[in-house]
């Protein structure tokens, strides 16, 4: 039987190969590493908050940009993790700086995360809390 379907030009395979290489990143930080788990995790949970109580549009651009700023820097750090460890498995101390400003930088982003959490959740939740007991 004789083939309908467009062949896919060279450079249209090479953008799908680079989708399929992006897709594998995610996958392995999903399947191995326990921090972007929790990170995935805590988003979700976020993002039902928000659906729950009902944030506005712009707050759904903030808390998107939140998640995927800390889901960036866990992937960044991963990713480090392993071009350090791919070249030394000695104790180094430039080694060590690279790993510590990457889990450093996480830090940061998480706890901007959750400042902004805060401001986003914390009166609404306050006020549920009011309703519910007072
Ligand atoms: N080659 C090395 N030379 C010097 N210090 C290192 C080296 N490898 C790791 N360390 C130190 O140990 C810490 C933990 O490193 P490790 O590779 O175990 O990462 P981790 O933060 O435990 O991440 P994960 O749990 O995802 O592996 C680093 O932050 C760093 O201070």
Redesign the pocket.
Known sequence: MISMAAPIDRSTRRLLAAFRYAFAGIGYLART???FQIHLIIGSIAIALGVVLRITRVEWMILSLTIGMVLAAEGFN?AI?AV??LA??????L??IA??VA?GTVLICACIAVVIGIFMFGPRLWMLWLILTV
Do not use: F, I
């Not at 030394?88 to 101390?93: G, K, M, N």
């Open positions: 590493q326990r921090n991963s993790e350090v460890d030394t498995r000695e104790r180094h101390p080694a060590q790993k510590d889990a």
